[in-house]
């Protein structure tokens, strides 16, 4: 088990980019999340995805962010145009779909920096 | 709407002495209550979870967290702290009345054990 995947581990782009940011949640598992950590405002549920669809993204910041799951195995989190007040660590956990109290997997982040 | 306060940034304990971090939550169905545990540049990790049943949850490194359903709480508990339980911990909590898998977190506590 080669638990949840993110990529990149770091990213610093200049405000105005557009930035990707990916994850592979572990195989067999059919939720995924998308969390954003500061220290402003802690860990916040950005979407969540439930067999590949959308179930709740009402924590998406405005439409400068987008994501998609097109795979039980992929997913990407999207900031265009990218701005300082962005740069936080994003996080992506899976869980297996058996039990809405199974633990959440989380990946090691995403560090983001926008100049 | 779910909700989760943890009401200590920092809790300071001596190496070998009880620890305590304190969790209380706010929800319109049944709780469901988690521990999860960061270390720096890492992903959070499950510590343990209150689905059901007995008051008193065990979980992993010694670990353990008690409900109590009139004060609302779910303080996270260890008899002996270690120097390597210092890091960052957070609380959260599942709503059973919602259809959904979301779960949301508290602020985090950070844990110093010191020698």
């Known amino acids: 088990d080669a638990g949840v995947i993110q990529s990149p581990r770091h990213e610093v782009t200049e405000m105005g980019q557009e930035v990707t940011l990916r994850c592979k949640p572990i195989s067999g598992h059919n939720s995924l999340f998308w969390y954003r950590q500061t220290m402003m405002r802690g860990l916040e549920l950005l979407i969540y995805?439930?067999?590949?669809?959308?179930?709740?993204d009402s924590g998406m910041p405005e439409d400068r962010f987008s994501a998609k799951m097109p795979n039980a195995s992929f997913s990407t989190l999207k900031i265009q145009p990218s701005e300082p007040r962005d740069s936080a660590v994003y996080f992506c956990?899976?869980?297996?779909?058996?039990?809405?109290?199974?633990?959440?997997?989380f990946g090691n982040g995403t560090r983001l920096t926008v100049t | 709407a779910q909700s989760v306060a943890q009401p200590e940034d920092q809790v300071n304990v001596a190496e070998g002495n009880p620890l305590t971090v304190k969790c209380t939550y706010s929800v319109s169905g049944n709780p469901y209550l988690f521990w999860y545990v960061q270390y720096p540049n890492r992903g959070l990790q499950f510590l343990l979870k209150y689905i059901t049943g007995d008051n008193l949850v065990k979980g992993s490194y010694g670990f353990e967290a008690e409900f109590n359903k009139s004060q609302t709480s779910f303080h996270l508990k260890k008899p002996s702290a270690l120097v390597s339980d210092s890091a960052l911990y957070f609380c959260?909590?599942?709503?059973?009345?919602?259809?959904?898998?979301?779960?949301?977190f508290g602020q985090g506590t950070t844990l110093q054990v010191k020698p």
């Open positions: 959260a909590v599942r709503d059973g009345s919602s259809n959904t898998g979301k779960l949301i």
């Open positions: 956990a899976s869980r297996t779909g058996t039990s809405y109290n199974s633990p959440l997997h």
């Open positions: 995805f439930n067999n590949n669809v959308p179930i709740d």
